[in-house]
């Protein structure tokens, strides 16, 4: 190895050669596996060697003394124990040109070089040896298809293609003292931040990384002062610091670099024999691990890839009393980062992290499992499927064909408004309350093929639903104004009268009064509906009663039938909740539609009564019907979606074998109709 001579007029350095690493034994590793750097056998793997030289002077005898104590304080930091070692020596400059080989060990390398008291200094800087610790990278099956890096915002935008990893603007904080570099060969530092946010960690691995970028940062960062003074033997050297002596905390220091704040330099370099792939992964969570830690956003190749890496790093940093599946929860919810809502790939990835076995996130597992029903149709295409679990995917598969079952069914129904199965149960012996149904059943045709030019609307998406969340929930808002304006509140639907129906077994009609009642029993045992709470309907007073006592006034202006036709719409106006309804409800465009429509169909017909029950069971099909697709999963996060919301999944996940439900799913009963009557009975 050789230098070049040193000029006269002042010093100068040169770098030498860079020596190779002899051969490290690998213990057993497997395919998948690598080794962390940092701990076993020393290694020299890459060493820069440069000299200062200056004017020499003669030591005094009385240094010797100082001669020795410094070059065992040099013995000690070759052996020393952090990330890499820095050996500052006085060479003789009748000596400058240092001929060698490669050293094996710190033993050989402290034999080379002389300790001799004169004018030249030579910077050894090494590279430390390989950990024998052994990590197990976590297999992603959809990995190798990932294109690029990704940035997930927590805002509800899709993934955005991000290439930011070398200098990282979220994560360089203009305060900060710390700079942290992706590896020892890195010219550049990737992140700034402050070193209390490491020292808070409480983690032995971080705090010990500061202490040794902070040693660094004294030991080749000296003054200016220092710097252009005349050195002569090696009493200003900054190496006579014992290697026990106890730091103070970092960031109470003051300044240790001329002009600027920077007091440690930290590296985090990747795997010794790691492929490109696992060396980006590495990286990539250094990165976000730094952001879990400042509430940054989060990157990586995949979404499952991100939070798997992340967490085994802070399983890998973090004391062990740490929950670390917790801090990455608590991480992900104060960014918005679980927010997966219109991104089938990150749904799938927080659906396969949260049932990990060191994971196990019930409401996580929850809304991902939710949104990918919803998005089902997209991501069973996407490489991203196969990192969850078999049996997740298996119920994925049944929720989203029972869904489209539904919603399928419902579609059926509206397309015509087919409820002609409702007067297999009828009892009543008039035709007046068929007529009516059917009535109604063409005004609403024609209503809404006039607001969505043509009914049923044209189909939207791959699987021909013409029926779409959005419109299903417009659709509920409707028919649950008609239902709030004739609804009677205050008869409620009696369980008694219900079990004696049920027990009837003679196939006998019951009278009149009841016949509803009996409607509302066999619909609901027939389509296992749950039995809207406030059934019935405020109806208006008879023929009968309307003629009796009352007597007609003819005249030149008004005839009998105009009269009783007044009688009639007055009759139907009084048996409404007109009076107790906000104006969203009057507002409403089919209630106005539906108000104009009565003023004129079937007013000269008779009973108002029977025109009023027939219309109701029209409407209460339509309102059973709707409950079963319009009502999302509770407690999910995030709904701004246009997928549905309420796939079935027996309320658990898979690893909760328990017949108990822990979570919440789509319910019939948290519909409109069963919701709003809980707002009537708090009123009083």
């Known amino acids: 190895m050789e230098s070049r001579s040193p000029q006269e007029n002042g010093p100068k350095s040169s770098p030498l050669s860079t020596w190779a690493p002899r051969e490290h ?130 805002d509800g935008t899709a993934a955005e293609v991000w290439g930011k990893l070398s200098k990282d603007p979220e994560l360089w904080d203009k305060s900060g003292d710390t700079l942290a570099y992706f590896g020892y060969q890195r010219p550049q530092p990737s992140f700034k931040i402050k070193a ?63 002009g600027n704040q920077i007091r440690n330099e930290i590296h985090f370099p990747a795997p010794e024999e790691a492929s490109r792939v ?72 927080l659906l396969a992290w949260s049932e990990n076995s060191g994971v196990r996130w019930q409401e996580g597992w929850r809304e991902a499992f939710v949104h990918c029903v919803g998005m089902y149709d997209n991501l069973r295409h996407l490489p991203e499927v196969r990192d969850i679990s078999h049996g997740s995917r298996t119920l994925l598969e049944r929720s ?89 509140r205050y008869r409620r639907w009696d369980r008694a009268t219900e079990l004696r129906m ?42 009968a009663e309307l003629t009796e006592g009352k007597p007609f006034k003819q005249n030149i202006f008004s005839t009998k039938a105009k009269t009783m036709e007044k009688r009639i719409l007055h009759a139907c106006a009084e048996a409404s909740n007109s009076l107790r309804v906000g104006p969203e409800t009057t507002s409403n465009g089919l209630l106005e539609a539906f108000l104009r429509f009565e003023k004129t169909d079937l007013v000269s017909e008779g009973n108002p009564r029977e025109v009023r029950q027939g219309r109701w069971m029209l409407l209460y099909g339509i309102l059973q019907i709707l409950a079963t697709v319009s009502v999302d999963t509770p407690e999910l996060w995030f709904k701004d979606v246009p997928y549905f919301l309420n796939p079935h999944f027996k309320g658990n996940p898979p690893w909760r074998l328990e017949a108990e439900k822990v979570l919440g799913e789509a319910n019939p009963m948290l519909s409109h109709c069963w919701t709003v009557s809980k707002t009537w009975e708090a009123e009083g």
């Open 196 to 258: 209390s946010l490491l020292e808070n960690t409480k983690s032995h691995f971080l705090i010990s990384k500061l202490h040794d970028g902070f040693q660094r940062s004294v030991k080749l960062s000296p003054t200016r002062d220092h710097a252009s003074r005349p050195r002569h033997g090696m009493k200003n050297l900054n190496l006579r610091a014992k290697r026990h002596q106890e730091l103070p905390t970092l960031s109470e220091n003051g300044n240790l670099r001329d």
């Open 278 to 349: 696992e060396i980006l992964r590495h990286h990539i969570t250094t990165r976000n691990f730094f952001a879990s830690l400042l509430g940054g956003t989060l990157v990586g190749l995949t979404y499952y890839q991100a939070l798997v890496d992340l967490h085994e790093r802070l399983l890998l940093y973090m004391p062990q009393d740490v929950d670390c599946a917790q801090l990455i929860i608590r991480y992900m919810t104060q960014r918005n980062l679980h927010n997966v809502a219109n991104d089938p790939a990150a749904a799938g990835g």
């Open 502 to 543: 049920q027990a009837a077994a003679d196939g006998k009609y019951f009278d009149e009064a009841n016949s509803f009642t009996e409607v509302f029993v066999c619909l609901n045992k027939r389509f296992r509906w749950p039995p809207i709470p406030y059934p019935y309907p405020l109806l208006p007073v008879t023929t």
């Open 400 to 488: 989203h064909v029972e869904l489209q079952a539904r919603i399928e069914a419902c579609e059926a129904r509206l397309s015509a408004f087919d409820f002609d199965d409702i007067w297999l149960a009828s009892a009543w012996s008039s035709s007046l309350p068929r007529r009516a149904f059917d009535r109604l059943r063409q005004f609403l045709k024609q209503y809404y093929v006039k607001t969505q030019k043509g009914w049923p609307p044209g189909a939207h998406g791959s699987n021909d639903n013409w029926l779409t969340r959005e419109f299903i929930q417009r659709l509920q808002i409707d028919f649950g104004s008609l239902y709030d304006y004739y609804v009677d």
């Open 25 to 154: 034994t690998r213990q057993d590793l497997g395919p998948n596996e690598h080794a962390l750097p940092g701990q076993g056998a020393f290694l020299l793997k890459k060493t820069e060697v440069s000299i200062h030289s200056e004017p020499a002077a003669p030591f005094s005898d009385d240094q010797s003394s100082d001669q020795a104590s410094t070059y065992s304080t040099v013995q000690d930091e070759i052996r020393g124990r952090s990330t890499r070692n820095t050996i500052s020596m006085r060479h003789s400059e009748e000596q400058s040109s240092i001929h060698g080989s490669v050293w094996q060990s710190s033993d050989d390398l402290a034999k080379a070089i002389d300790p001799r008291p004169f004018g030249t200094t030579v910077s050894i800087e090494a590279a430390q040896p390989v950990k024998a610790y052994v990590q197990k990278l976590h297999e992603m099956k959809g990995l190798e298809q990932a294109a690029s890096m990704k940035r997930w915002a927590g």
